[in-house]
């Protein structure tokens, strides 16, 4: 089964991490950051870690150092911990677990879920993040996709979220940019030989290499060519010749309807 991604991904931009600006009390992936998306009609991008106890939290980096007033790995604290744990320049808001952002959003704008990997390394998963995320997307009726690198998370997630459309996030896979991941891996990667197995509707490419064939050959195919992340009009614009939507930040897209 291969669900049709939902036609709002196609023409509405998507906030990356949420419509953030931490200078306006709006951190990444926070509830701020959300309400600010949804009240400016733009669809959202938002990450997925996993807590201790096996909830899905939107959070991006794997510790809490950069975003967090606390520090090591997002994993070892538990869903209360982590809701009590302030973000940096939120105003004492705490990391958001998917439920909440699910009732925030209420359907009203396209939410595009990214799973982060849990092997380090893009190997075979336990599959306990994408069983928390499927659990709490249970009953959600919004337009919603979910999204990881890691294909065997994709895959994972055809097995226990069928109807859900769902694709890869894929990249150059430049080696100097993914120092976890041996070359052989990124070599692999690279070519997306995941997307017919793994059942996906839609790739989310890097911006900056949009051209290459095989992400343009499967646009040809019909497959939907999103992409991350763009930071002005220029780059907008520039992806816009190969990618049919962007996810941006740093600036304000128009609405196309």
């Known amino acids: 089964m291969r669900p049709d991604l939902p036609a709002a991904f196609l023409s509405v931009p998507l906030a990356h991490r949420a419509l953030h600006d931490v200078a306006d009390g ?20 938002i990450d997925l870690q996993l807590s201790s106890d096996g909830c899905a939290m939107v959070f991006h980096d794997y510790v809490l150092d950069r975003l967090a007033e606390a520090s090591g790995p997002v994993r070892a604290r538990t869903r209360a911990e982590l809701r009590a744990i302030p973000l940096k320049g939120g105003d004492g808001e705490g990391i958001p677990d998917l439920d ?26 336990d599959g306990a993040l994408e069983r928390a995320a499927a659990k709490a997307l249970d009953g959600y009726s919004g337009p919603v996709a979910l999204m990881s690198f890691n294909p065997h998370m994709v895959a994972e997630l055809a097995r226990l979220a069928p109807e859900r459309p769902r694709g890869l996030t894929t990249s150059a896979y430049d080696p100097a940019d993914w ?36 992400v343009q050959a499967l646009r040809n195919e019909g497959v939907p060519v999103l992409c991350w992340t763009v930071t002005s009009p220029a780059e907008e614009a520039a992806a816009r010749a190969f990618a049919v939507n962007v996810t941006f930040e740093q600036y304000l897209p128009p609405l196309t309807s």
């Open 26 to 45: 709006r951190p990444e992936n926070s509830r701020a950051a959300v309400r600010a998306a949804v009240a400016a009609g733009y669809g959202i991008e």
């Open 100 to 125: 909440e952002i699910l009732e925030l959003v209420g359907g009203r704008v396209p939410l595009l879920i990214e799973l982060k990997d849990q092997h380090g390394g893009m190997g075979i998963t």
């Open 179 to 214: 120092p976890e991941l041996s070359r052989a891996v990124c070599d692999d990667l690279r070519a997306i030989p995941d997307f017919e197995r793994t059942g996906s509707s839609f790739i989310s490419h890097e911006a900056g290499d949009l051209a290459r064939p095989r």
